[in-house]
């Protein structure tokens, strides 16, 4: 049995800073696959950042503001979100068992419940 557990969301002002984490279980599960996404109301669920190919991957919208990293040692996979802004507002979902073809990245059958961050202007 898979599991994907997020926390760390939560209320920030714009400008503010929050860590995201995503800790994983079951043994079948291929860690390095994990990925975030996010989905504001309204809109689709969009990738925001993977490590899937070994180097980091992020979404125009947040290069140089996000930061993905994982300790494989606690299987846990972490979004360091600095700079947020009201766009950024969304519910964040840590996905597993995605991957990549020249086609770009898919995601995977493996979804957390999510965790809600919420930006203030």
């Known amino acids: 049995q898979v599991q994907l557990v997020e926390s760390g969301g939560g209320l920030v002002q714009a400008g503010g800073s929050l860590r995201l984490s995503c800790a994983a279980s079951?043994?079948?599960?291929?860690?390095?696959?994990i990925g975030w996404y996010r989905q504001a109301p309204g809109k689709q669920r969009g990738l925001v950042a993977t490590?899937?190919?070994?180097?980091?991957w992020y979404a125009d919208s947040v290069k140089g503001r996000f930061t993905i990293s994982r300790d494989n040692a606690v299987k846990t996979v972490y979004l360091q979100m600095h700079g947020l802004k009201p766009e950024d507002t969304a519910v964040y979902y840590c996905?597993?068992?995605?991957?990549?073809?020249?086609?770009?990245?898919?995601?995977?059958?493996?979804w957390g419940q999510g965790t809600q961050v919420t930006v203030s202007s």
């Open positions: 490590l899937i190919t070994g180097d980091p």
């Open positions: 079951g043994s079948t599960f291929n860690f390095n696959t």
């Open positions: 996905n597993g068992g995605g991957g990549y073809t020249k086609s770009g990245y898919f995601s995977g059958r493996y």
